[in-house]
């Protein structure tokens, strides 16, 4: 249960990525704060955080267009993902989503492609979408997120659904559910997740289990909590670092382990769940 700078997680392919990413939601909202996010992905990037991960519903597509900028010169170093929105996912609309992201994104393909959540709109229609794009060479792999496990089930039984790469969920230590089926199901399946908000968007910084594991290891409560998360090797944590010294501090994480007793006292502050409950999301 340890995690390093040179962690990965394989996808269903075989091909390996960094078990800690990028994330960005949030980001291109706040003009004062573009120079600095756009420093903070070129950092990650040169510290092997090479999975950045976006949206067309992040800030109305503008961190699609701030990530193709953070990253133009560098597309080969990028493990890319985005998303479509669940009412633009009929096949058509798929495909117009996806070729509408790849230009704000300065690029000609998406390593990942996922589904945001689950709408209305049939799965059979979607994965249509993400077949033709897979066949035009403007995807390489697809997945989805909000996924809860009888989602991924029925998803699994379509014609197609077995090619889904990962399923992108809240996953951190207040946010425990997943464990209870959704995970090993997953581990089953030997689909990885992709885990966002790894923090809870710091609201668990202050928890006293938190400080007092990070005081043992002379590590931020930040670092702890992210350590948690990489602890299993088929989880891939994408944090949001708007500032360098913010990227540096999670890529720090990746150094960091965790013992028996560190587990025992986070299990205390954050229970694993004893009973299936709904996933949540944010």
């Not at 995970?183 to 992709?194: G, Q, T, V």
């Not at 540096?248 to 009973?275: G, K, W």
Request: glycine content about 8%; hydrophobic content about 40%.
């Amino acid at each position: 249960m340890t995690s390093s700078d040179d962690s990965s997680v394989t996808l269903p392919s075989g091909e390996e990525v960094p078990a800690m990413g990028q994330g960005t939601w949030h980001f291109a909202e706040r003009p004062g704060r573009r120079a600095s996010e756009i420093a903070s992905l070129r950092l990650g990037l040169d510290l092997g955080m090479t999975v950045i991960d976006t949206a067309e519903m992040y800030a109305n597509g503008a961190s699609e267009t701030l990530v193709g900028e953070a990253i133009s010169g560098r597309r080969e170093d990028v493990f890319l993902v985005s998303k479509v929105l669940p009412h633009h996912a009929t096949r058509r609309g798929t495909k117009l989503a996806c070729q509408a992201s790849l230009r704000r994104l300065g690029t000609d393909h998406l390593d990942l492609y996922l589904l945001h959540w689950r709408g209305s709109i049939p799965l059979e229609e979607t994965l249509a979408g993400f077949a033709d794009l897979v066949e035009s060479g403007e995807v390489r792999y697809w997945g989805v997120s909000n996924f809860d496990t009888a989602d991924l089930i029925e998803l699994r039984r379509l014609s197609g659904g077995d090619g889904v790469a990962t399923d992108q969920i809240l996953y951190n230590l207040a946010r425990r559910r997943p464990e209870y089926t959704l995970l090993p199901w997953c581990r089953l399946h030997e689909l990885p997740i992709m885990a966002y908000s790894p923090i809870e968007q710091g609201r668990i910084l202050g928890n006293p289990a938190l400080a007092e594991v990070a005081l043992r290891h002379g590590a931020t409560p930040a670092q702890v909590a992210l350590a948690w998360v990489l602890r299993s090797e088929d989880v891939l944590a994408i944090p949001a670092a708007g500032t360098p010294e913010h990227v540096r501090e999670n890529a720090a994480a990746r150094e960091l382990q965790l013992t028996i007793s560190d587990f025992v006292i986070l299990d205390a502050a954050f229970p694993p769940p004893r009973r299936e409950a709904p996933l949540e999301m944010i």
